[in-house]
């Protein structure tokens, strides 16, 4: 059990190392922008994953080198992450989105002319280019001799007679496709069923090219395609219960032994998107099990001796929902650290206690009866780990903490494991 403890704060310790450390320096990515010069300056760019259009972002040279913020003033363009930012001066469309933001009457949206950057998701001789506004508001761009030209998705009430107001939409983005496309008409019903997402419109560029262009593109916006992965898992757990209150059996006031089984069971891991597969969330189905058995000698008088005798196993389906960061993350290589929770379902339990007396003449009585009136059938814990990936394969050490099977407030119980584990990823 001490030995269980020093690992729960030498994991636990290790995984704030390694956060702090991610936090540091994982997000610091090669990249290079022009200038207002037209000068390329290459080093290193804070990325952030950038959910909505960043006005700026950190810049140093190299490695420890010192930092600064530039924005658009400075920058022409940035290449970072395969993502390409270009500095544009375009219409955004400043109306109110939705109902309960008052929507306006007039059928004409309120356009105000800023200098952004757009995020290039197609470029040649058509190309497609995307603005996410501080307040989320998603703005796409065709260009068009040099112009970037906004592709009308606006929203406007309209109030019926009786007073209901109903909310009306100008697709006009699908005339302005059809007509900027012009020459590819197969594209037509794909047009008239288009939803205003950059996907879509992505998607629809790229059909533009593989079917109708004649020249090919010049760069495309590269999506991770694949973000989630199975596979299946399996190892040992060394397993420790504990029992604390003044509810505890007696025969369980010295302890209970250590156990050591199988664990083994299948995963699903999620990628989070534009992260480079550096952090995602890692489900789990696995089966484990422990039993620990044991007894105490309550009266000895003359050759006749009085003991009691415990049997406790529950095996469990586990539900685990893990975070996971990766520290070191170099071709098929990665060190990992994973933190979550678990979630144990009972499929099976062992709840014996039997009582015997015995003498010099043989086994007089043996009362059977249960260790404990009840036992929780849903187990809750923390659980943290360290691994490494070598190509599809895993390797990973685990600690987790759990209530364990006691649901009792006079009686605590605390499950303890350590697990090593193999994994395979297909």
Known sequence: MKNLKKLHNVLGMAFLLLLVQLNVQAQWEEAYYINSDNKRIEGQVFYENWAKSPASFRFRASEGAEEERLGLEEVQSLLVHNERYLRASVELDETPVSQSDNLP??????LKRRTVFLLSLIEGPKSLYMHVTAKGRLHLYIENEGVFVWLSDYKFVRYSAGGTANVLETNSFRNQLKEYLYNCPTLVSQIERLTYSDKAMQKLFTDYYAKCADQELESTFQRETKLSHFGLMAGIAQTSVKFDGKGTPNVLSGGTPTDY???GGIFWNIGIPRTKQRFSFQNEVLFSSYSVSGSRLKIEYGDRRE?????????????NVLFRAYLVQKNNFGIYCNAGMSNGFVVS???EHATGIT???GTER??????MNNIRKYEQGFVGGI?????????EARYENANGMSPFEFMKSTVQRLSFLVAYQF
């Open 261 to 263: 089984g199988p664990t």
């Open 105 to 110: 009457e007039s059928p004409s949206p309120t």
């Open 387 to 395: 691994g490494v990936k070598v190509s599809h394969v895993g390797f």
């Open 349 to 351: 339990a062992e709840n």
């Open 307 to 319: 003991e009691e005798f415990y049997k406790l196993g529950l095996s469990y389906m586990k539900l």
């Open 366 to 371: 043996i009362d059977h009866g249960e260790l």
């Open 359 to 361: 003498s010099s003449s």
